[in-house]
Structures are given as C-alpha cells and as structure tokens.
C-alpha cells in the first residue's frame, strides 16, 4: 500500500519550488496521488511541465508554472496564476537550491605549497558564493514572503524546507552550501516563532546522503565503485547505505499533514541513516 493512502489533502493547494529537479519532482508525483492539486515552480520551465503532464496523465492534477525563486515579481506573477488555476496555497515546499563548481574547493585540507592549479579557499569566486547563498537561501525566504501571505489563518497549513545533513557539520569542499543549508534550518525555526499565531507551521528535513544526476561523478569512477568520497560517507552512515528518494517523501507527508503532526513545528528533521548520531568512533 502506497504512503499517501495515509493522508488525504484532496483539493489542497500544495506550491513546490525547484520541482524541475529530480527529487522535488518525486515528491509532487507522490503529493499529487493524496489528492491534492499540486503547482510545480521552477525557472526550467520545459522541465516542469514534463513533470506536471506526467501526473495528469496518472489521473491527478498538475500544473506547470516558469518561475524565478530569485525575482519577486516572478514570484507574484505565479502566485497570481496559480490562484486562478486552483485557489490560494496551502501549502508550501522550499525545494529549490543547489550548490555550484564555482563556490567549491578541489581540497578538503590546506596545505603548504599547494599547486597553483588548485582551487583553494583563497581563489573561490565571489559570485559563485553569492549564487549559492541566494539560491538555497533567499530562494527559500522569497517564495515565503509571497506565498505566506495566502495562508495565514487556514487550517492545516505547512510550510516545508529542505536543509541537508551539511547544516549539521559541514562538509569538506563546500563552504557556501553548508551554510547556507545551515540558514535554512536556522530560518526554518525562525518562521515558526513568527507564524505560530497565525496558524502556519514551519517545518524543515534534513536528507542525508542520496545519489543523484548532480553528484554520482563525486561518489562513483567509471566502473561504478565508490570513489574515496563515497566511503567516507559510507563508512559514517551506521545503515551504510545511501538513501532513496522515495524514503524523503514519508518525513514530508507527515510534517504536511497535521492529523499527524499539528503540535510539531520548528523542526529540522534529520533522515539520513543515522550520519548525525554517528561520532565516527
């Protein structure tokens, strides 16, 4: 029996940034199934509507909207659509973001005499930092701003972030990710406090280690072994596995859902093996 049996949202308005990508996707296609009518934002736009055409081909209902996470106006201007299309939201998941070459290290540990050709911390480039700060970070307070304003006082509404296990501990190589994850879940709190009394709950997960178009270059060589990076992960993750998409979706139908979880809010929550409680001894 599928997850979403468990949870009704039929006729719910559920708005999902980033949901060209992979991951965000699979959680419209599994949203869509509890009923729910389910908006698809990203700035792909081609990429959503693929998406969006595949659920309606299921049977449910989809919509595919072209939308810049980063340009207000844009936002607005699907916020004003998806309200003619379905109704105001309801709901709101924050999955856009994502990392960038430019803001990443070719080093976990600086050294002395270092070879010129190596991206050190000292030669990141500035704008690759400001586009990772701005996609995970602001590209999650933007859409808040606009869409939140649809749901104060409604029953059952949700707003779900998505940190990530960097937000924890950071991880080697990547500076600007790892702290702009660690804003959202810092953010992520923050919303609760202020929403509390208006009846929006703000709830955030925290994915582990998953592969994915992005990264199997960084975890697997070309024979489909692990690479060192990949074992290092592996070797700290107590289920010593990595994740699967659709082990995500149960954390975030459970925090949409306040039949189950209307006294929880302000929560980041971590699914991710058991990596956070793991010292490594």
């Known amino acids: 029996m599928s997850l979403t049996n468990n949870h009704h949202f039929k006729d719910r308005v559920v708005v999902i940034t980033g949901a060209g990508g992979v991951l965000c996707a699979y959680f419209a296609k599994e949203i869509a199934k509890t009923g729910a009518k389910v908006a698809l934002l990203d700035i792909n736009v081609e990429a959503v509507q693929d998406y969006a055409d595949e659920i309606n081909q299921a049977g449910y209902l989809a919509k595919a909207y072209q939308t810049n996470v980063l340009d207000l106006d844009s936002l607005q201007a699907a916020r004003t659509q998806i309200a003619r299309d379905f109704g105001l939201c309801d709901i709101l998941i924050n999955g856009a973001g994502g990392n960038s070459p430019k803001a990443t290290t070719d080093n976990e540990f600086h050294e002395l005499d270092l070879p010129n050709t190596t991206k050190s911390f000292f030669s990141l480039d500035k704008s690759g930092i400001e586009f990772v700060f701005n996609l995970n970070y602001l590209g999650t ?9 649809d749901m104060m006082g409604k029953k059952g509404a949700s707003i779900i972030n998505i940190s990530s296990m ?13 702290g702009a994850k660690a804003a959202i879940s810092n953010f992520t709190q923050w919303l609760a406090v202020y929403f509390s009394r208006v009846g929006i709950r703000c ?46 979706i149960g954390g975030i139908l459970f925090l949409m859902d306040e039949a189950y979880s209307s ?6 929550l971590p699914i991710d093996g058991g990596f956070s409680a793991y010292s490594g001894v």
């Open 141 to 149: 307070l933007l859409p808040t701003q606009v869409f939140a304003q």
């Open 166 to 178: 960097n937000a924890y501990t950071p991880l080697t190589k990547i500076p600007a990710y790892s």
């Open 203 to 248: 709830n955030a997960i925290a994915p582990g280690f998953l592969v994915s178009h992005q990264n199997r270059s960084l975890l697997f060589d070309d024979n489909d072994n692990p690479t060192p990076r990949a074992e290092k992960i592996l070797t700290n993750t107590p289920m010593r596995r990595f994740g699967e998409a659709n082990e995500l």
């Open 263 to 268: 006294f929880i809010n302000g929560v980041v």
